[in-house]
T-cell receptor, first 115, second 111 residues
Framework: ETGVTQTPRHLVMGMTNKKSLKCEQH?????MYWYKQSAKKPLELMFV???????ENNSVPSRFSPECPNSSHLFLHLHTLQPEDSALYLC??????????????FGEGSRLTVL | SQQGEEDPQALSIQEGENATMNCSYK?????LQWYRQNSGRGLVHLIL?????REKHSGRLRVTLDTSKKSSSLLITASRAADTASYFC???????????FGTGTRLTIIP
C-alpha cells in the first residue's frame, strides 16, 4: 500500500473511445504527476501539478488532457488515442515540487491498451 | 533532457550473492534516487543520496555517488528471490528540479 491509488488497473479502448484514468493520494502531498512507461524506454514525465496548478506539460499531445480538481485527485482524460499510446500510465505524488523535491510515491499504474 | 543510464541492462545472479548496478548521468544534480519496480507494478522508492553525500546505507542496500565521474552504484547484499525486479536510477537535475529516469536494470535472482 503506497498511499497512491490508481483506477482502473487495466483499460482496453478503441481509438475513437473516450476514457479517463483516475489517481487519488492519501498522503497529504501538494504535488502530483503523470508518467508514461513504454517498453524499453525511460519513464516519460507527462504532467506535473502543484497545488492544483499545472506547472509542467512536457509537449504531450492534446489527446491527453489532465485535470486536477484538488490536491488529492488527478485525472487523465483520454480521447482519440493511437495504438502507440498503449503503455503503463503511472501516477505519483510528492510533498512539494521545486528544489530537492525528494522521493516520489507511485501508484500501481494503469495498463492501457489501444486497439 | 538529462537521464540516468543504468548498466547492465539485465543481471542474473544466484540467491545469496551480491548484486551491483551502476548509473551514469550527464550534468550536475541535486540528488540521485533509486527505485524498484516489480513486473507491471508501480515504482517504489529505495534510497536518496544528495550531491554532497558519497555513500548511504539502508538495510541490505548500499548506494555510492561519485559526482566527479557522474556515476552512482547500487549494491544489494545477500540477494533474495524477492529482490527480483527492475531497478531505476533517477536524477533531480540542478536547475531543473524534475526527476528524470533511466531505462533500468532488470535483476533476476535465481533460487
Amino acid at each position: 500500500e503506497t498511499g497512491v491509488t490508481q483506477t482502473p488497473r487495466h483499460l482496453v479502448m478503441g481509438m475513437t473511445n473516450k476514457k479517463s484514468l483516475k489517481c487519488e493520494q492519501h498522503l497529504g502531498h501538494n504535488a502530483m504527476y503523470w508518467y508514461k512507461q513504454s517498453a524499453k524506454k525511460p519513464l516519460e514525465l507527462m504532467f506535473v501539478y502543484s497545488l492544483e496548478e499545472r506547472v509542467e506539460n512536457n509537449s504531450v499531445p492534446s489527446r491527453f488532457s489532465p485535470e486536477c480538481p484538488n490536491s488529492s485527485h488527478l485525472f487523465l482524460h483520454l480521447h482519440t488515442l493511437q495504438p502507440e499510446d498503449s503503455a503503463l500510465y503511472l501516477c505519483a505524488s510528492s510533498l512539494n515540487t521545486g528544489v530537492d523535491t525528494g522521493e516520489l510515491f507511485f501508484g500501481e499504474g494503469s495498463r492501457l491498451t489501444v486497439l | 533532457s538529462q537521464q540516468g543510464e543504468e548498466d547492465p541492462q539485465a543481471l542474473s545472479i544466484q540467491e545469496g550473492e551480491n548484486a551491483t548496478m551502476n548509473c551514469s548521468y550527464k550534468t550536475s544534480i541535486n540528488n540521485l534516487q533509486w527505485y524498484r519496480q516489480n513486473s507491471g507494478r508501480g515504482l517504489v522508492h529505495l534510497i536518496l543520496i544528495r550531491s554532497n553525500e558519497r555513500e548511504k546505507h539502508s538495510g541490505r542496500l548500499r548506494v555510492t555517488l561519485d559526482t566527479s565521474k557522474k556515476s552512482s552504484s547500487l549494491l544489494i547484499t545477500a540477494s533474495r528471490a524477492a529482490d527480483t525486479a527492475s531497478y531505476f536510477c533517477a536524477t533531480e537535475d540542478f536547475g531543473n528540479e524534475k526527476l528524470t529516469f533511466g531505462t533500468g536494470t532488470r535483476l533476476t535472482i535465481i533460487p
